[in-house]
């Protein structure tokens, strides 16, 4: 049974796609950002009096971002330690790796999905990091 996942607690989506999906006893994330519920403020953007972006706080970005996901996996009834596979996207690998893994393994010290980290040019709003997920609905649950 293929189930879509929607949730107010967390920021909405950028386009036309649910917070998640559960396929079976999987749960797919849809990308992720770091911007907070229920608004458009992106944690640690500097901006300049136009609205263009003139930079960002990797570290507060991904404490926002990693929240995010904690509340989507809740609400679709799962958990952070049912975790199994992590996409991240970074917009300035060279600049923010060292910090964003130094944050990530904090994050999982009990769990450890699998991780792949790509860098991109950009994402569709000024944020610097987003998350693609999946995680089981049942089974890991701590």
């Known amino acids: 049974m293929n189930d879509n996942i929607e949730t107010n607690k967390a920021p909405d989506p950028v386009g036309n796609y649910p917070h998640a999906r559960k396929v079976g006893n999987l749960?797919?994330?849809s990308g992720v950002?770091?911007?907070r519920p229920g608004t458009n403020v992106i944690p640690g953007v500097m901006m300049d009096g136009q609205g263009n972006p003139?930079?960002?706080d990797i570290e507060a970005?991904?404490?926002s971002v990693f929240e995010n996901v904690?509340?989507?996996l809740e609400e679709a009834g799962s958990?952070?330690?049912n975790l199994v596979d992590i996409t991240v996207f970074l917009t300035n690998m060279k600049r923010d790796f060292d910090i964003?893994?130094?944050?990530y393994a904090s994050y999982f010290q009990d769990n450890q999905p699998c991780r792949t980290t790509v860098e991109i040019t950009s994402l569709p709003t000024p944020i610097a990091i987003e998350l693609k997920?999946?995680?089981t609905i049942d089974g890991l649950n701590k």
């Open 70 to 72: 904690k509340i989507i």
């Open 33 to 35: 950002g770091p911007r």
């Open 27 to 29: 749960l797919f994330l």
């Open 54 to 56: 003139l930079g960002h």
């Open 100 to 103: 964003y893994n130094e944050i």
């Open 61 to 63: 970005q991904c404490h």
């Open 133 to 135: 997920c999946i995680a």
């Open 79 to 81: 958990h952070w330690n």
